[in-house]
């Protein structure tokens, strides 16, 4: 009975250089793992792997070794751990996250939160390529949200309120870009150098400022055999809503305008970063 090898990697399992072996990439959200679902990977892993398992570069995790003769029954194993595999080939993957505002102090945003909607929203979609989102929490950019071929980034608008103000300087002196100047007991915000980083916000001993917690979208990234970083579009988009619907217009682009076995970047570039930009510009502004 011939082996179908192309619905098996839709699947997750990928062939071995070891002939009738598999390694089984699962499907993790935003870098995260529960305690039951490792004791059950790992219970995996010993009875019908080598015992090892894989940590990829994109936070997922694989078991290598599995036999072709295994397969339905590392499924049911799985499956009772709540564990699921995950994808390969032409289609979202793994959507990628850093711990975000939830755990880490520097960040802008619920990046875990984010992940699991847009892996609830597009997870296994068949496209001409495969299609990688990254989420990354704050300016620090621990994921390089730029490397995928839709990237997010947290970040903070700020707007100084000057009747809480006591003219200590520590947001002058946390603010990284030099868009902070302090004249006369005035504080003066330069747009152009602000990058979201909101460090003057998480620095002010008063709270004297208005915060709106943000993403910043970059297009088209790439990092394989060719290098290239995303573009940003739109400097700073405020409503989760209004990102779910450019997430969609880029999907939907990449859908319509891709030749197979073509990446994003390669799309864009062919058929025109300009066309692009207008979509995007259409349902930013409505």
Same mark, same amino acid.
């Given at each position: 009975?011939a082996v179908?090898?192309?619905?098996l990697?839709k699947?997750?399992?990928?062939r #071995?250089?070891q002939?009738?072996?598999f390694s089984?990439?699962l499907?993790?959200v935003?870098g995260?793992v529960?305690?039951?679902?490792?004791?059950?990977?790992?219970?995996?892993?010993?009875?019908?792997?080598?015992g090892?398992?894989h940590?990829?570069?994109? #936070?997922?995790?694989e078991i290598p +070794?599995i036999?072709?003769?295994d397969i339905?029954?590392?499924k049911a194993a799985l499956a *009772?751990?709540?564990v699921?595999?995950?994808?390969c080939?032409p289609?979202?993957?793994?959507v990628?996250?850093? #711990?975000?505002e939830a755990?880490?102090?520097?960040g802008?945003?619920?990046?875990?939160?984010? $992940?699991k909607e847009?892996d609830?929203?597009?997870?296994?979609?068949?496209?001409?390529?495969k +299609?990688k989102f990254?989420?990354?929490?704050? #300016?620090?950019?621990?994921?390089?949200a *730029?490397?995928?071929d839709?990237?997010?980034k947290?970040?903070?608008k700020?707007?100084?309120r000057?009747s809480?103000c006591?003219?200590?300087?520590?947001? =002058?002196?946390?603010?990284?870009?030099?868009?902070? *100047?302090?004249?006369?007991?005035k504080i003066s915000?330069?747009e152009?150098?602000?990058?979201?980083c909101?460090?003057c916000?998480?620095a002010c001993?008063?709270? $004297?400022?208005d915060?709106?917690h943000?993403?910043?979208?970059s297009?088209g990234g790439?990092?394989g055999?060719?290098i290239?970083?995303g573009?940003?579009?739109?400097?700073f988009i405020?409503?989760k =809503?209004?990102l779910l619907k450019?997430?969609d217009?880029?999907? =939907?682009? +990449?859908?319509?305008?891709?030749?197979a076995? =073509?990446r994003f970047?390669?799309?864009?570039?062919r058929?025109?970063?300009?066309?692009f930009n *207008?979509?995007i510009?259409?349902?930013y502004n409505g």
């Open positions: 009975m179908d090898y192309a619905t990697k699947g997750g399992f990928m #071995q250089k002939k009738n072996n089984l990439r499907r993790v935003g995260n529960t305690a039951s679902q490792l004791a059950k990977i790992a219970e995996v892993a010993e009875k019908f792997g080598d090892h398992v940590f990829t570069s994109r #936070q997922s995790v +070794f036999k072709l003769d339905d029954e590392v *009772e751990g709540g699921e595999s995950g994808v080939g289609r979202v993957r793994t990628t996250a850093c #711990q975000g755990i880490c102090p520097s802008c945003i619920d990046t875990y939160a984010l $992940a847009l609830s929203r597009y997870f296994a979609r068949e496209l001409p390529h +299609f990254g989420i990354t929490g704050c #300016q620090n950019n621990c994921l390089k *730029e490397e995928n839709l990237g997010i947290g970040g903070i700020v707007k100084w000057e809480d006591i003219n200590c300087g520590v947001c =002058e002196k946390a603010c990284r870009s030099g868009a902070i *100047e302090i004249r006369d007991g915000v330069d152009a150098k602000c990058n979201f909101g460090r916000v998480k001993p008063t709270e $004297a400022w915060a709106v943000g993403y910043i979208v297009f790439l990092f055999n060719s290239s970083k573009e940003v579009v739109i400097p405020e409503d =809503e209004k450019i997430c217009a880029a999907i =939907e682009f +990449f859908a319509e305008n891709a030749n076995g =073509e970047k390669f799309t864009l570039d058929v025109g970063r300009d066309k *207008e979509r510009m259409e349902v």
